[in-house]
């Protein structure tokens, strides 16, 4: 029998210390909490496996917090619990977010190999050591060095390294030079974004002691980041991923082509036969299994967005079979002037729509009009 698939995310809410910048759901832990929380996500893939029973989970990633700091059996157990309640593909791609200062001494890369890790995140952000400084965080280029060479030893073919762009004082030349750090890692994929201070972070209560570069050098950081890892041999898949041909983030496409994935603990988001739901930021609500559905945006607006944010774009066809209507003449006059503004680029056969760079950077207003020819 043809089963259905699913991505399946685990929220792992502790960190060693909370960085500057970070609006994450993740707090301080300890041995004795990991140990009851990693408790709790197994009575909950067991639950979730009899609510969608018949899946097949090709996808799994651990995001946080930091999956790492409950170590590698930790993460391990979590996993052969997965494969004892789900059916789990061959080929699942399996990824661990890691923090380089708490996997480059201690950690066992061959249990995370042995167990079916194949990808790695590693949340860097930078090379530059006053942009970590400025940032929180606690590691060092070595321990980055040292995190992707265990981990390529062992056996893990996909790494994948977190860049910020818009630290206060980031430049084009500092930029270049993390970027080429990343480079000389022989990694295989690069997620780019440009920090956002949000409240109740530290940047945002302290806000006044940081010059936060203004929405045009973030812009200009932004283009400079796409030019430069295109040179480097990372194709831009989506708005903020870059990647080697072949090595895209097949659990982060689901969410971008609504594709169905299941969001186990605190603050984690799921998707499932249409429906949206989420849990909040609280490890006793999530115990409760208290969740909320969300409503926020249409269907249409959704799609629209999520498909936008890919660099293969809007497929007309595709998009006109799925909310059973067609897109009028008007809908391609305005992406005809997108298109000569230089943020589009709109293909006749098949028929699609895709943002440029410079589209990306204004994506909420394109969508916005595009919309309004619907
Ligand atoms: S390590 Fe990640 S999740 Fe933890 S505080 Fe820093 S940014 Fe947030």
Redesign the pocket.
């Known amino acids: 029998m043809n089963s259905k698939t699913l991505g399946l995310y685990i929220h792992i809410p502790f ?1 060693g210390s ?2 500057a910048y ?1 609006d ?1 759901f ?1 707090m301080r832990g300890n041995e004795e909490r990991y140990s009851l929380y990693t408790d709790l996500l197994k009575d909950k893939i067991k639950y979730f496996s009899e609510k969608y029973p018949n899946r097949t989970v090709d996808t799994v990633y651990f995001g ?3 999956p790492s700091i409950i170590g590698a059996l930790g993460i391990s157990s979590i996993i052969d619990e997965i494969r004892k309640y789900f059916s789990v593909a061959d080929n699942c791609e399996i990824t661990v977010e890691a ?1 380089p200062e708490c996997v480059s001494q201690e950690f066992d890369f061959d249990i995370l190999n042995s167990c079916g890790i194949n990808r790695l995140s590693v ?1 860097m952000q930078t090379a530059v050591p006053e942009e970590l400084f400025l940032l929180g965080r606690k590691h060092t280029n070595d321990d980055v060095k040292n995190t992707v060479e265990k981990a390529q030893k062992s056996g893990i073919p996909n790494i994948s390294i977190d860049v910020m762009l818009g630290i206060p004082k980031q430049t084009e030349s500092s930029l270049k030079y993390t970027i080429d750090f990343c480079s000389s890692l022989n990694i295989t994929h690069i997620s780019s974004y440009i920090l956002k201070v949000e409240k109740n972070t530290r940047f945002w209560k302290n806000r006044s002691d940081y010059e936060f570069p203004d929405e045009d050098i973030q812009a200009n950081l932004y283009l400079k980041s796409c030019e430069l890892l295109e040179n480097k041999g990372f194709l831009q898949y989506e708005i903020s991923n870059f990647s080697k041909p072949g090595y895209e983030s097949r659990h982060n496409l689901k969410y971008w082509n609504m594709e169905d994935y299941l969001g186990i603990g605190p603050s984690a988001h799921s998707f499932i036969e249409g429906k949206r739901f989420y849990y909040d930021r609280s490890i006793e609500k999530f115990r409760q299994n208290i969740w909320h559905r969300d409503e926020d945006c249409s269907d249409i607006e959704t799609y629209i967005m999520l498909k936008l944010r890919l660099k293969s774009g809007l497929l007309i066809s595709e998009f006109e079979k799925t909310f059973n209507l067609s897109v009028s003449e008007i809908f391609y006059r305005k992406a005809r002037l997108f298109q000569n503004a230089g943020l589009c680029t709109v293909e006749k056969n098949p028929r699609r729509l895709f943002l440029t760079p410079q589209g990306f950077l204004l994506s909420n207003s394109v969508i916005v009009e595009l919309l309004e020819t619907l």
């Open positions: 960190c909370k960085c970070c994450f993740s946080g917090g930091t923090n949340g």
